[in-house]
């Protein structure tokens, strides 16, 4: 089993960056794909980023490409997303997950284990 823990998120003007962690516990971090998932009150949690097990595959939603970079480090436990050039719309609840799949993964229901969110807000 792995419990998750974001943090970084705040209020940032447009334009601005922020990073985001996502701390894991278990010694199997390393086996698990991670992904970076948001939620605007009312609407469905949607897919912004995802990793592979071992970091080399990326794959991220069209809305965050080019301005988002996700990233781990297996030794830490911990995920990450520099999140640059931040927008109003950018603004939502962010969780991290992890999925038992070695494989990227962008379904919400492929991932096993859900952090609690932390919350990003972009002002214009």
């Known amino acids: 089993q792995v419990q998750l823990v974001e943090s970084g998120g705040g209020l940032v003007q447009a334009g601005g960056s922020l990073r985001l962690s996502c701390a894991a516990s278990g010694r199997t971090f390393s086996s698990y794909a991670m992904g970076w998932f948001r939620q605007t009150p009312g609407k469905e949690r949607e897919f912004v980023a995802a990793i592979s097990w071992i970091g080399t595959s990326t794959t991220y939603a069209d809305s965050v490409k080019g301005r988002f970079t996700i990233s781990r480090d297996n030794r830490k436990n911990t995920l990450y997303l520099q999140m640059n050039t931040l927008k109003p719309e950018d603004t939502a609840v962010y969780f991290c997950?992890?999925?038992?799949?070695?494989?990227?993964?962008?379904?919400?229901?492929?991932?096993?284990?859900w952090g609690q969110g932390t919350q990003v807000t972009v002002s214009s």
């Open positions: 997950a992890a999925s038992r799949s070695s494989v990227v993964i962008t379904r919400r229901d492929g991932y096993d284990y």
